[in-house]
């Protein structure tokens, strides 16, 4: 009775249907005429913008991802016949273990299936044991699943022919990016000239200057010799150190052995020189060695950088701090969707440990699933185990098949006027220098291209081949070159090449 009262009040009093559909008429006329009077509200101007986003963040760059891949993404819709930088290792021949053992840890219930050999069931059950409710789909400890860092540090020990590798100095990470993106973070440090300087390769993979952009870091470059197939000259690690030293605190050192993109391999006495290099000066070691694996020049040959360390004596091994990376990604794996990866970290200040640790426990875990994958690469079958004959058989193929087409790729692309391309001796990976004409070089102006960004797309808009521009990787000033994978079944790679050829020659002729 009193809303009632109080609706008659306010001359809302009880409605009949016609009373409503007239109220109903006049509420919409005053509402429209409200409309009229109020001025109207500008809309807020947005929060995040270009302007007002992080500097660092913009200042990133991503060229085996950038422009090129984008088009070529569109193109492939079209063309269906695309030539890109992501082309599976499966082609070749591809591991049945890993499909096997990651199977078995998804769906445990196979483990009953006799379609699976029993080391891979072992395999998976011992994975599967060391998981929390033992699935893959538990949180693990945020350095990784113990058993499986211990094969890490078995695995580090039988390759470096007997050095120990501690299992409490493996971390287990998402995909070997991780680790080393994770370890510059807590490298990076000071302000004006005391900033963090970060030594890496030219041409180096855009990991490393994006990284070093996002973290506000200061960019060292030091330049690997081309005329001598791409070696790593200590005399230009000095220059670079020392003329950094007038803007910034050079205090780390990245290494990429073998070479991504250039493929070469470092010899031991090169390493040597290195570490003591960065004994003599205080830096702190990255060893990327993804691609250990891939070595196909007979005359090369892996050697890590934490046995060499190591058998230089104590100075070096006890004193010289080395971070160094392993992936399922590469090798005779190319598992790269699972984002597995390692690092072992060795000569930390333990107070730096803990640090560490709290880091990589923001993350919570890396993938289990991708812990389990770097797991089947560090533990392969052994002789006697049902799985060892075919496993070996297909790792033999692929790596052969690589080997294989790194010798073509280079030879090929050698006979081509305006194309010299350096011995492949590993990765996965060719870098070609390149001849640009004065007038395609001005038509790049013309487009605000980089001549070499100008001559691939140009390619994958006339070929339908996807290949990176030097420009990405870094190069010399006045110097040009892509980067192209050789991971194409080998009739695929000869159509692939032969398709750069005919681009090339006419490229020349069009801006001769």
Request: glycine share 8%.
């Amino acid at each position: 009775m009193q809303r009632a009262a109080a609706l008659v009040r306010r001359g809302c009093g009880p409605r009949t249907p016609s009373s409503w559909g007239r109220s109903q008429s006049s509420a919409a006329a005053e509402a429209s005429a409200v409309l009229k009077v109020r001025p109207e509200r500008s809309r807020r101007e947005r929060i995040l913008t270009l302007e007002s986003m992080n500097p660092q963040v913009k200042a990133v760059e991503y060229a085996v991802r950038g422009p090129i891949v984008l088009k070529a993404g569109e193109i492939e819709l079209e063309l269906q016949r695309l030539s890109s930088s992501q082309w599976p290792l499966a082609g070749s021949s591809a591991c049945v273990l890993f499909p096997q053992v990651m199977a078995l840890c998804t769906y445990p219930n196979l483990l009953d299936s006799p379609s699976f050999p029993e080391d891979a069931k072992k395999r998976a059950r011992r994975i599967l044991q060391a998981c929390g409710g033992h699935s893959l789909g538990s949180y693990s400890a945020s350095q990784g699943v113990n058993c499986i860092r211990e094969d890490v540090a078995a695995y580090i020990t039988r390759r470096d022919g007997g050095v120990p590798a501690d299992p409490d100095n493996i971390y287990l990470t998402t995909g070997a990016s991780d680790g080393i993106s994770t370890i510059l973070k807590i490298l990076v440090s000071g302000g004006g000239k005391s900033r963090t300087g970060v030594m890496i390769p030219i041409p180096q993979y855009p990991l490393y200057s994006a990284v070093i952009s996002e973290l506000d870091a200061i960019q060292v470059n030091y330049y690997l010799d081309e005329e001598n197939c791409w070696a790593l000259n200590v005399n230009e690690l000095r220059r670079a150190v020392q003329e950094a030293k007038d803007h910034c605190d050079p205090k780390v050192l990245c290494i990429i052995n073998p070479g991504n993109p250039t493929g070469q391999v470092q010899s031991r006495k090169c390493i040597e020189d290195v570490i003591h290099f960065a004994w003599e000066e205080k830096l702190f070691l990255l060893a990327d060695e993804v691609y250990q694996d891939n070595v196909y020049s007979p005359d090369c040959r892996f050697h890590s950088f934490k046995k060499v360390l190591y058998e230089m004596g104590p100075e070096y091994s006890s004193n010289v701090e080395l971070a160094s990376f392993h992936s399922t990604s590469k090798g005779y794996m190319g598992e790269c969707g699972y984002r597995g990866g390692y690092m072992e970290v060795i000569n930390l200040h333990p107070e730096i440990k803990g640090q560490l640790v709290k880091l990589l426990s923001v993350r919570l875990c890396p993938p289990v699933s991708g812990q389990a994958a770097m797991d089947i690469v560090v533990n392969p079958p052994v002789a006697g185990e049902e799985s060892f004959e075919q496993f070996s058989r297909e790792k033999e193929s692929v790596l052969g098949n690589l080997a294989k087409k790194a010798k073509l790729t280079e030879d090929l692309f050698n006979q081509v006027p305006g194309i010299h391309c350096n011995p492949l001796q590993g990765a996965m990976y060719a870098f070609p220098r390149i001849f640009i004409p004065v007038k395609a070089v001005e038509a790049a102006q013309a487009h605000q291209m980089a001549p070499d960004m100008f001559y691939c797309m140009k390619l994958l808009e006339e070929t339908g081949i996807c290949v990176v521009p030097g420009s990405g990787f870094g190069q010399r000033e006045g110097t040009y070159h892509f980067r192209m994978t050789i991971l194409p079944p080998v009739e695929k790679l000869k159509t692939v090449l032969q398709k750069v050829k005919d681009f090339h020659i006419n490229f020349l002729e069009k801006y001769a």
